[in-house]
T-cell receptor, first 113, second 114 residues
Framework: EAQVTQNPRYLITVTGKKLTVTCSQN?????MSWYRQDPGLGLRQIYY???????DKGDVPEGYKVSRKEKRNFPLILESPSPNQTSLYFC????????????FGPGTRLTVL | AQSVAQPEDQVNVAEGNPLTVKCTYS??????LFWYVQYPNRGLQFLLK??????LVKGSYGFEAEFNKSQTSFHLKKPSALVSDSALYFC????????????FGAGTRLFVKA
């Protein structure tokens, strides 16, 4: 089944404890993105990648890191999480071409205490 | 800078009636426009997109959207709403200059009453 998977699906952590949310897609998509969803704000793009070893900032990159060492994986790293990073996070992938739609993962609900 | 506005937080419609969910955008250059739907506790699903050409775009589940360049709008429509259409709807825009920066609206919650 073609899909984007994220792990973990739920995470409660404390301020300052480094964490990684993994994202993997099995559709051989070139482009991948991370978003956070907050009530009243919709989805905001954190980072995106248009190729292996190529990443670019979205609208809200502060406090996050990403890497794209393999085509299928695009992990999101929070080196020192803070309570304002409590949110619902989505990974998405798409075929090459900026006109293409994205396929979204199921989401990761992160709570930082 | 790119931006998307969904002016209605919530839209209520009776089953069988037509529905419209509004979206206006701002982008330099020509836009790529998308509609996505989110059901409770699920990720987003793609509904339809406008790239170029015909201003009326048809998508999944009987939805369609009309691109209006002069009004910079891309409203989502369906002739006859179903209770199962109740969900959160997002409009998104990307410009056609080659980057992948994508801006989403705040979302509109659609309630369809039986």
């Amino acid at each position: 089944e073609a899909q984007v998977t994220q792990n973990p699906r739920y995470l409660i952590t404390v301020t300052g404890k480094k964490l990684t949310v993994t994202c993997s897609q099995n559709m051989n998509h070139e482009y991948m993105s991370w978003y956070r969803q907050d009530p009243g704000l919709g989805l905001r793009q954190i980072y995106y990648s248009m190729n292996v070893e190529v990443t670019d900032k979205g609208d809200v990159p502060e406090g996050y890191k990403v890497s794209r060492k393999e085509k299928r994986n695009f992990p999101l790293i929070l080196e020192s999480p803070s309570p304002n990073q409590t949110s619902l996070y989505f990974c998405a992938s798409s075929l090459k071409g900026t006109h293409n739609e994205q396929f979204f993962g199921p989401g990761t609900r992160l709570t930082v205490l | 800078a790119q931006s998307v506005a969904q002016p209605e937080d919530q839209v209520n419609v009776a089953e069988g009636n037509p529905l419209t969910v509004k979206c206006t955008y701002s982008v330099s250059g020509n836009p790529y426009l998308f509609w996505y739907v989110q059901y409770p506790n699920r990720g987003l699903q793609f509904l339809l997109k406008y790239i170029t050409g015909d201003n009326l775009v048809k998508g999944s589940y009987g939805f369609e959207a009309e691109f209006n360049k002069s009004q910079t709008s891309f409203h989502l429509k369906k002739p006859s709403a179903l209770v199962s259409d109740s969900a959160l709807y997002f409009c998104a825009v990307r410009d056609n200059t080659g980057g992948f920066k994508t801006i989403f609206g705040a979302g509109t919650r659609l309630f369809v009453k039986a």
